[in-house]
């Protein structure tokens, strides 16, 4: 089974996909935490990719297609599904993804898209930068994250909407309400 969560940041999508990949044992594929390693350890990516990050832009689909083609190659031959959390992120990504799939006589099963009020979340997250006196940098950061997710990856909602692949699950209840939210749809 090939599953994408897509999300605002903030929605908990990293939470959730842990939670569902133990339940229906699928491997967790987040480009989020293949970036930050490399950046982490200072490779060549790593050190291209940086500033990108942390100024809560996307890196260039040129890194993200290679790291998707290493992945789909080592894990697809496995019996386990995938859980894609933060890929694809805009359309030339998603399309890519569909053509690699294709090849590999494969398929995307659901679109898992966790709707949250994300003016609640940018409240919430500068409430916490006021109470825990932290730098004001996060919720530019925040800002810049959530547009681009309004302008580049919301589009895919519409895309898997009219594919019939789409759920779309209220993310702003208790982490364990949406976890089961999750599981009974895909059930
Ligand atoms: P995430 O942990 O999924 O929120 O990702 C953290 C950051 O990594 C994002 O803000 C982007 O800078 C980068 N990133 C993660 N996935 C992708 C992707 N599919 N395409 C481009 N950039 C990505």
Request: glycine share 6%; proline share 2%; charged share 30%.
């Amino acid at each position: 089974m090939l599953i994408v969560l897509l999300g605002p940041p903030g929605a908990g999508k990293g939470t959730q996909s842990k939670k569902i990949c133990e339940t229906m044992n699928l491997f967790h594929f987040s480009t989020g935490d293949i970036l930050r390693n490399e950046v982490k350890e200072k490779t060549e990516i790593g050190l291209k990719i940086e500033s990108i990050i942390n100024a809560g832009n996307l890196v260039g689909d040129e890194i993200i297609l290679e790291i998707v083609k290493k992945i789909l190659k080592n894990e697809l031959g496995k019996n386990k599904g995938i859980l894609f959390d933060g890929f694809p992120r805009n359309f030339d990504q998603a399309n890519a993804f569909e053509s690699l799939l294709k090849d590999m006589k494969k398929q995307i099963n659901f679109v898992i898209h966790l709707s949250v009020d994300q003016h609640e979340i940018l409240k919430r997250i500068e409430k916490r930068q006021i109470d825990e006196n932290r730098e004001d940098d996060d919720v530019k950061v925040l800002k810049s994250r959530m547009n681009v997710y309004s302008n580049e990856t919301m589009p895919l909602v519409d895309l898997y909407e009219k594919k019939n692949i789409l759920k779309t699950i209220n993310g702003m209840k208790t982490v364990e309400e949406v976890n089961n939210d999750i599981i009974n749809c895909l059930k």
